[in-house]
């Protein structure tokens, strides 16, 4: 950053840094907040203030959607970001909050030409060059409404960054010093795995949403990553390192510390 930007940055946090009450509010209510260091906490105030006047959050279905409600969506957001970029949430604008579950109707045509509609409710929606949409009633920190381990406001978050290649696959953007091969393997092979233990009916401590797609295992490891570090070290650590390596953080050590 250079004499220019720095002056820029203190200037715009001078007018625009979440008020300290409310950023602490947030960091207590979230248990992923509360195990970074004071030098992540202030990192991650100055991403998320940055964050929240570039997007607009709104509610839907007549939900007034209230600063500390904003201040928990961006900062929970931004963990994911916390040693990359606001950046990589360029080329959209919006964050849709409704108060609770929300239905979203498809149609798909089959091979012989017949269409079929579905309605589906959801907790969130991720569009690739559009909104992200959430269901407040599963955003609430600590709600964990699809099982131990879930973080909706993570798991959209994470179809975000999935999605700057285009469709959402599994495959991110990753970083120069980061191996395609590489994390295509522990991936793919983590993916087999679970899909083989569910099919044949065995237990499994990862959410079964994460069997959909590899879109779906991308966004729902990235929630266990952060939430449960311990599960996903153990259970997967190809797909451990590989996702250290592409967040830069390492969660495991960082519950360790605390």
């Known amino acids: 950053m250079n004499r220019l930007q720095r002056w820029w940055h203190q200037r715009f946090l001078r007018k625009h840094r979440i008020p300290l009450p409310l950023w602490e509010s947030a960091l207590s209510q979230a248990a992923i907040l509360t195990r970074l260091d004071p030098a992540e906490r202030h990192r991650l105030r100055e991403l998320a203030s940055r ?20 201040v928990m969506i961006a900062a929970q957001a931004c963990l994911l970001i916390l040693n990359l970029d606001l950046d ?41 060059r559009g909104p992200v949409i ?10 964990q409404l699809h099982g131990h381990g879930s973080n909706v406001i993570l798991h959209e978050f994470a179809h975000k960054l999935d999605m700057l290649n285009g469709a959402a696959n599994g495959m991110p953007p990753l970083h120069s ?30 959410n079964p949403y994460a069997a959909t797609n590899p879109a779906e295992f991308f966004a729902v490891l990235t929630e266990h990553f952060f939430e449960l570090p311990q599960l996903v070290h153990e259970t997967y650590p190809q797909v451990y390192e590989a996702f250290k390596q592409f967040y830069r953080q390492d969660p495991l050590n960082r519950m360790q510390q605390k």
């Open 88 to 128: 990589y949430f360029d080329g959209w604008r919006e964050i849709i909050v409704y108060p609770d579950s929300f239905i979203v109707s498809h149609e798909e045509r089959d091979e012989a030409g017949v269409v079929h509609s579905s309605h589906n409710a959801l907790g969130g929606e991720a569009w690739g």
């Open 177 to 206: 010093d980061m191996s395609r091969t590489a994390w295509t393997e522990a991936l793919s092979a983590a993916y087999t795995e679970l899909c083989q233990r569910l099919r044949h009916r065995h237990p499994t401590a990862i």
């Open 134 to 143: 959430l269901s407040w009633g599963d955003a609430q920190a600590g709600t």
């Open 51 to 70: 964050f929240l006047h570039d997007k607009s959050v709104v509610g839907a279905q007549g939900l007034t959607v209230t600063d500390a409600m904003r």
